[in-house]
């Protein structure tokens, strides 16, 4: 049905691809299609399709690939993940454009900057997290950001703020240092050395209200001794989180992530 | 002061492998030597090297590699790591000699026959499981068995067996199929599924009375993804499970695992 | 179309999955249906369903998934892909039924044997080969095998051979033990040590005329350092050896595999 | 012998590592020891160490951690490679100094000025290649660079300018983007498409005269399938040659790599 209201429409598709999970029995279709000779404007697409949509129960999602689309970066002071994001975009690797980052220390100021992309001071204690909280809502909104990444940000976003985030129609990525469910929350890879695993991992994932729980969007792993350090585990897992989170970061800008039930259907 | 003592009785070192623990502060040494033209007899070599581990106060273990430890294999229906390692000692891949199998049900008896190893059937509910454990540690006694190896026995050793069987001298490798300490307990594919993990693990350990939470000896993990149902980790956990268990009997076998603070070093 | 012909007949889509090669302009798709509730006999699928093949130059291949297709296994003396695949098959994780087991030595005729699959020893010289691959052919046909595996197996057969058993409409696997295209030919391992590399692989793939170049179907690698000898390489290798070859096999036995153009298209 | 001169001298050895190459019956040693205490200018550690060193004919090599080599990094118009070691060089995660950037093309100059790296252009012809490398060999004398990074330079080093930087005591590492020996030249991801493999890989290697053929420091795969075009290949394969070179300057950096015979040893 979708690919005939595409054709009849003029519309050439150019990838489709389709999963159904048969557990919760729910499928899934994501369908990408050119504009060229299409006979609807943009903004008559959607209605157009409501019959369609509504005679499956669709739950749909129309983006437009020249649209692109803002995103926020949140640090504290390992720059890792952030110096690989912002080379991905500087050199045109990944969909979307930086609009500014955002660090509880300045550390990461200056490379930011050196880059011409804004940087935003905003230190978090417990009595000036909700404040800080509220003004990076503000610069969210203000800037129309529709994805946050958490590259390394050592801090917990309040249930409060991810709730008002998401009815601004906002998702948050963050990437935890562990192969989750293994090790969540904080020093993973000194808990990893203590329980003398012969493998440690990065996980990313969509944040929410329960720490290190949210829908998983990409694991990677690396192999470790026991000549390891804690130290090692570090400097080893550096690697792995920067590449696991622009796997995600990517994924999810080119809209070939779908999250249902605390799982994702990753398109390839 | 290993490598003069060996050098002073006219052995000859073929390899050797150190590792400090700076954090507990533990020196580890594996001294692999040949006694061709060592002038100390076998049983006199432990007592004349008692002068040098008294003062450095060494844990000291001697093995021979000519002898030839008896293994015992626990199993219940699944058989792939049961085939796997009775097919490496048939064509001589493993150290050691399988002394004789136990299952819980008899679906590996005829395999494990048609290779003229002897199978014991012990079946176990909860009211007959101190007496088979009784029955076992006495098979275990009989045939001098050093290493039990939990080839996906689908039951849990009581503490006390556990006990029983290291006063003996006895050791125990069992596989969990999970990368641990992701998923312990019960049916870790299923738990790994519902979460949506995009890796799935298996892992060799010893046997501790904390179940799943024994020393880690080897570890490896598989990619997967949405289109992936239960059955699907089950099918391609196998192939790890196979590799992991058996890469971990024969760095145990080959006395390359010391066990300590519930982690293990792996000599190379 | 092909989805309108089964619904039409009143076949029910179980599972689909279709490619695009953009380059070549080749479109493959794999479509399982149940013939539960099917209005056409088996033998009449095929020619009714030639109009819309006719339509659209397809190459067609229908195959029921209750035959069980014979499959002969080749072998030298090494025995670990030999003892893998006909475990699995005793423990039902395969397709298909292995009809016998060749070996140009005699020493894995026990194992087989006493498993109760034939064993037939055809040694070879450079005089006997025509002769022996001969016996080979009417074996494959008495059998009516359809797969041959070739497990280790240390001669290379002719393109004489290999154009009768596809004529024949067999199909050959090999395992080569190096990650091709690297290290084709004789003692891969041995030129991986001399070039020092860093992982070595396994790969599993059709036999072709050209000596290890035929289409890859299955593929796997290991880290390797500085401290592994040959023999080292030799043993991480054999565990991606059986692996990668069952992988192979399994995905050939469930019809999952196309080969074109000296490539394959696996689907899940 | 190396420990009884240090221990003598009041030096305090921190870590050490040894290695035997049986084949070709040479012994690896490499040996970290704190200055602090040891009762020995640093300039005349070598002499006095003479006797040890002839004794045994030994090659020796000392090296000061606090001493900074001056790195060079050779570029055309691809940075990611060039990005990420900037990156880890600004936060401080590699040892030595980025003393400047040469490209053939003016592609990655803005980024590399934007960090305050100094940048030189000289485009490569067949008819300035002599004089460029001229210009080069000048550059690199001039800043004292013991290290010059191939980070996706496209452009081959002629044997004479290997021979004259080698004698300046300089090394060259190249990242090739295949898993040698597989692959070496010009478009390897476009090689490993037309032969169908399933997994790609990324090469980090000593340049030598012989193209793509130097002894090889680290390696890295990575899965790909039928769906994956040469575009594919060579998004997946970004992150494997930016993690892989990383690495192989990283342990360069560090002393830990010798090469003997076309390989190497890379202490841990």
Not at 242 to 266: G, I, P, Q, S, W
């Amino acid at each position: 049905s979708v690919a005939d209201f595409i054709a009849q429409n003029g519309g050439n598709i150019i990838h489709a691809e389709q999963h159904t999970d048969q557990e919760v029995g729910i499928f899934f279709q994501r369908v990408e299609f050119s504009l060229g000779g299409f006979n609807l404007e943009r903004e008559k697409i959607l209605p157009a399709f409501g019959e369609v949509s509504k005679k499956f129960k669709m739950n749909v999602s129309l983006k437009f690939s020249d649209e692109n689309p803002k995103v926020a970066i949140l640090c504290t002071k390992e720059g890792h993940c952030l110096y690989d994001l912002l080379g991905r975009w500087h050199r045109g690797e990944l969909d979307g454009t930086p609009a500014f980052v955002v660090g509880n220390h300045t550390d990461l100021k200056n490379y930011t900057e050196s880059l011409d992309i804004p940087f935003h001071h905003l230190p978090v204690s417990k009595e000036t997290k909700p404040e800080q909280e509220d003004k990076l809502l503000k610069l969210l909104e203000a800037a129309g950001v529709e994805l946050v990444v958490m590259a390394r940000y050592m801090q917990i976003l309040s249930a409060d703020f991810l709730g008002k985030f998401k009815k601004q129609g906002g998702q948050i990525i963050n990437i935890h240092h562990s192969f989750l469910p293994a090790f969540p929350g904080a020093s993973p890879y000194k808990q990893a050395h203590e329980r003398g695993v012969k493998i440690v991992g990065a996980t990313a994932h969509y944040a929410t209200a329960e720490l290190d729980d949210g829908p998983i969007i990409s694991q990677d792993v690396v192999r470790v001794g026991h000549r390891d350090s804690v130290a090692d585990l570090i400097r080893k897992g550096r690697d792995l989180e920067m590449v696991v989170l622009a796997d995600a970061v990517r994924a999810h800008l080119e809209h070939r992530v779908l999250d249902y039930n605390n799982k994702t259907v990753v398109f390839s």
